[in-house]
């Protein structure tokens, strides 16, 4: 294994000032350091090679197919990067006055624009700066929509839901109200009246939800919930299934967000910087975090005043190089190929559904959208979902979710986007059947995986257990 | 040890082991395998009030964070140190060092609702 650079350290220089001498500094002699920090010495040779050979050891969307279920590790085009890093862009600071970002503002605005012809919802803010943060807005939109009303505690997530949705609610002050799934994975109509009423201040879906399922009661689920006087949310994480083939709008959703950074091919993994925005309808328009962007026919500018906003949820634009993308992403394309791209994940997601039907079954067993969720077959249950997970790694894939959504057991949850080709997702469902038939024969091959990458199998429950961190 | 047999069991696979008017309270063997090893068992105060069919406790494996929902309503009167240290005490006797807390009961009718073990085990 590829040792820190701290352990590496040898006394070398990289670089030499040669004659150079350490300037007088203003600070008083009290405030200064006696002994030299702790800085890790080496070569410019070695520091080359330790980056570089950590790079190599990088499992990453550019070397392996990336089925990672929930996550959209869809293939960003690298043109987006070049487009975000021109000077223009990067130059300027967020306190510039607006004269002089005029171009920024405009992507803002016309952004906003196109996010409004594709979900039906007219007004939006893209200052948050990940999905969950949306979620976080969204809710306090609901919050500040239902403050008249101070009975209304309570937000019902259902179970097929992302987890982030129930945390957001309690987060923002809400009782969270769990409903469980029917047995098609879709929401319980009758759970969902049971707990409908005058308590509700919202119901937050998932859509498709994270069993990678369209809800096809959605017009009355949406009925249901405004004649209680709830708001719909919409967590739009999987926006990709539907883009360009339904508007939210239309379902009767409110509120909702969309993260750019999975339907719109900007780059996300690792933490971030994320994008996600968020739409309401005209109605909750004024409630919107303050710093949207309006257009007067000559300038755009910043709104700074309104009293009904919530406020800011981030300093700033939010993350404006992952707008940047993501507008050029949708400035690619007209409203019919957006839609031919979700159909696109829809169709390699069920290829690989009916590929692996003798060996791994879809624990829904129906057509899915862009992700589909299996489990391991009943009659072998020495066949876990992480040996199946670990083994892949060896095959040359990384591994799908597993273990999520909790309502699936051993579930393996594989999400293959739109940009994989036939060959890659054929590769795949072979590298699937190999597991199984070695798991038929050998079930050892599997608790040991895996052999080849970097570091083996981990003690995961000795790792939780008494957790000696290093660095 | 708290007889599996001996015990009420609610739909949500935990147990309640009644003797008078309190009750121990633990996770069934199924659910501790389902589970898979548990890592961290974030427990009720002693003098907490616990509802039944409320999540009461958190359960935390290296697979996920699981609710624990107390099979019967009352006040929490001891609860089990020991899991603090070692919360493999679960897996490893689910039904014996490995209960969780124990509660006297507020509402004595509630253990209607609970299953038999027989019946319990026809859910699985």
């Known amino acids: ?89 990067t130059s300027i600071h967020p306190l510039t006055p607006a004269d002089y970002t005029q171009g920024t503002l405009e992507i803002i605005y016309n952004f906003e624009k196109l996010l409004k012809e594709i979900t039906g919802l007219n007004a939006w803010t893209l200052q948050p700066a990940a999905g969950a943060h949306g979620e976080f807005t969204g809710a306090l939109i609901a919050r500040a929509y239902h403050a008249k009303d101070k009975n209304r505690t309570e937000i019902i997530v259902p179970d097929t839901a992302h987890g982030t949705n129930p945390a957001t609610a309690a987060m923002c002050g809400f009782k969270v109200v769990n409903i469980k799934s029917n047995a098609r994975g879709r929401v319980d109509l009758e759970e969902l009246k049971k707990v409908l009423g005058p308590k509700t201040a919202m119901v937050m879906l998932t859509l498709p939800n994270t069993a990678g399922l369209f809800e096809y009661d ?37 509120i909702m967000h969309i993260n750019l950074h999975k339907t719109f091919a900007a780059p996300h993994g690792g933490g971030g910087p994320g994008a996600g925005g968020v739409g309401v309808r005209e109605e909750l328009k004024d409630l919107l975090p303050l710093g949207r962007v309006s257009f007067d026919g000559k300038k755009y500018s910043l709104e700074i005043k309104n009293k009904k906003s919530i406020g800011q949820v981030k300093s700033f634009w939010g993350n404006v190089a992952i707008i940047i993308r993501a507008y050029a992403y949708l400035r690619q394309f007209d409203g019919k190929t957006l839609g031919e791209i979700a159909k696109n994940a829809v169709l390699n997601a069920n290829y690989i559904r009916v590929k692996l039907k003798d060996y791994f079954p879809a624990f829904f067993d129906e057509v899915c959208m862009h992700e589909c969720v299996f489990t391991t077959p009943k009659d072998m249950p020495s066949l876990k979902a992480l040996y199946v997970a670990k083994r892949l790694l060896d095959l040359g894939f990384h591994a799908p979710t597993i273990y999520f959504p909790l309502i699936v057991p051993q579930a393996l949850m594989v999400e293959p986007t739109e940009t994989e080709s036939k060959q890659t997702l054929d590769a795949f469902t072979r590298a699937m059947k190999q597991i199984f038939e070695e798991a038929k024969k050998d079930i050892s091959i599997l608790e040991h995986a895996p052999h080849k990458t970097e570091i083996g199998v981990i003690d995961e429950v000795l790792a939780a257990r008494e957790p000696n961190l290093k660095w | 040890m708290y007889n599996q047999e001996k015990c009420k069991f609610s739909k949500t696979h935990e147990w309640a082991f009644v003797e008078g008017d309190t009750a121990v309270c633990g996770i069934s063997d199924h659910a501790q395998h389902e589970i898979s090893d548990i890592v961290f068992v974030e427990l009720p105060k002693v003098g907490a009030k616990v509802e039944a069919g409320k999540s009461c406790a958190v359960i935390e494996s290296v697979k996920s964070a699981a609710d624990f929902y107390a099979p019967l309503s009352g006040e929490v009167i001891q609860v089990n140190e020991n899991l603090n240290g070692n919360p493999a005490l679960i897996n490893q006797a689910p039904h014996g060092d490995g209960w969780i807390f124990k509660i006297k009961i507020s509402n004595a009718k509630e253990e209607e609702n609970l299953l038999s073990f027989d019946a319990y085990k026809a859910t699985l």
């Open chain 1, 1 to 89: 294994m590829e040792k820190l650079i701290i352990e590496k350290s040898n006394g070398a220089r990289a670089v030499v000032f040669n004659g150079a001498k350490t300037p007088e500094t203003f600070l008083d002699k009290k405030y200064l350091r006696k002994n030299s920090p702790k800085l890790p010495e080496l070569s410019e040779l070695d520091i080359v090679r330790h980056f570089t050979n950590l790079s190599r050891l990088n499992f990453c969307l550019d070397t392996h197919f990336y089925p990672l279920g929930s996550c959209t590790m869809k293939y960003n085009p690298k043109s987006y990067d070049v487009l975000c890093s021109l000077e223009n862009f």
């Open chain 1, 218 to 254: 959605i017009l009355e689920i949406s009925k249901l919930v405004h004649a209680a006087g709830a708001l719909l949310y919409m967590d739009g994480a999987n926006l990709n299934a539907l883009i360009g083939l339904v508007k939210p709008a239309d379902m009767g959703v409110d």
